[in-house]
């Protein structure tokens, strides 16, 4: 299992992390859900690359946020064990174990961006599970997924909340283990989900909302 | 931000281990390991890229570029360089996030009277 795209030799255009905006109609509705709160402000989960712009969005609506960077927790080289045949594994009750970690139906909006795409296939379904623990019954979910059209080099991306339904995008490039600071590669898409696939993935949430884009990318809302 | 001159902060250098708290009336800048609890009040905390801190900290400004575990209580701002792995909840007026910092923990920006609360990448 590949879990960063093929090496190549850094270019000066590549040195520049590359940054895209998309519009998203996922992200349209959970800020419709955000600005409609006029209570103690909802509890926001971010599980993306740390974000100044998205903690600035939630809070400055009066919301609380929490930060956590599940693809990079998932890629510590600590996790990784030899399963009974001596295979490398990524050790899913350990990851589980010390990720994730809030009260039960504590987040009334989890942002998952394209985490199910690019992280180890074995963590995937015991993160959402863990997902529908933390989340409050009809809390919204966003996720994005890439389509067939998409090639395993599709770009992993950062995203900034920069309006009600825009987001900035990012490229992420993580350093490598046991490398220098300086050599960073983007993680790799490790698998399509189709349409079957994420609905058996979010089985056990209420309802789910499908919404196509031009660019190979599905968002998918989810109701806990 | 490089290490500060030391004339102008208290400092803690890299080969350094602390167990237990730490208080005082100046800067500090922190390279090596600190472990309990840090209050620093009208002051700054630096943890330098080698250093790492596994205490609550309350101080006027935070600025972190190696790790540290534990809740960060800044009465004015937090500055989250590129190197930064940052595990805990930050309450503070202003945060700076660089790309690459790693945060794991709730956010919580207070309000100055008649100002709103940032946070800037």
């Known amino acids: ?224 | 931000m490089d290490a500060p001159q030391t004339g102008e902060f208290a400092h803690i250098g890299k080969s350094v281990v602390i167990k237990g708290e730490l208080s005082g009336s100046e800067d500090l800048y922190v390279d090596g390991s600190v472990e309990g609890k840090i209050e620093l009040r009208n002051h700054s905390l630096t943890v330098g890229p080698n250093g790492n801190v596994k205490a609550d900290v309350t101080a006027k400004a935070v600025v972190i570029q190696g790790k540290l575990d534990g809740t960060v209580n800044a009465s004015d701002r937090v500055e989250l360089r590129k190197s930064a792995v940052v595990t805990g909840d930050v309450t503070t007026q202003r945060i700076a996030i660089e790309e690459g910092a790693f945060l794991k923990g709730k956010v919580d920006i207070q309000k100055e009277a008649g100002k709103s609360g940032s946070a800037s990448s």
Request: charged share 25%; glycine share 4%.
């Open chain 1, 1 to 224: 299992m590949k879990f960063f795209r093929s090496s190549s030799k850094p270019t000066a255009a590549a040195a520049v992390p590359q940054k895209r905006t998309r519009r998203s109609s996922g992200m349209a509705e959970i800020s419709r859900l955000l600005n409609s709160n006029s209570g103690d402000g909802l509890c926001v989960l971010d599980l993306g690359s740390t974000s100044a712009n998205n903690i600035r969005f939630f809070t400055d609506k009066g919301h609380k946020n929490y930060s956590e960077d599940l693809l990079r927790s998932s890629l510590d080289p600590a996790l990784r064990i030899q399963d009974s045949e001596g295979n490398w594994v990524v050790d899913s009750k350990t990851f589980i174990s010390e990720n994730l970690v809030y009260e039960n139906a504590q987040f009334d909006v989890v942002l998952c961006w394209n985490l199910p795409d690019y992280m180890e296939e074995s963590l995937v379904k015991p993160t959402i599970d863990r997902l529908w623990s933390v989340m409050k019954p009809g809390g919204l979910l966003l996720a994005f997924f890439h389509t067939r059209d998409a090639g395993p080099d599709s770009m992993c991306y950062r995203y900034h909340v920069t309006g009600t339904d825009v987001l900035e995008m990012q490229e992420v490039k993580f350093a490598l283990p046991g490398r220098p600071a300086s050599d960073k590669q983007s993680p790799r898409l490790q698998r399509v989900f189709n349409n079957r696939h994420i609905e058996n993935l979010f089985r056990d949430f209420a309802s789910i909302k499908f919404f196509l884009a031009r660019d190979a990318i599905r968002e998918v809302l989810v109701v806990r």
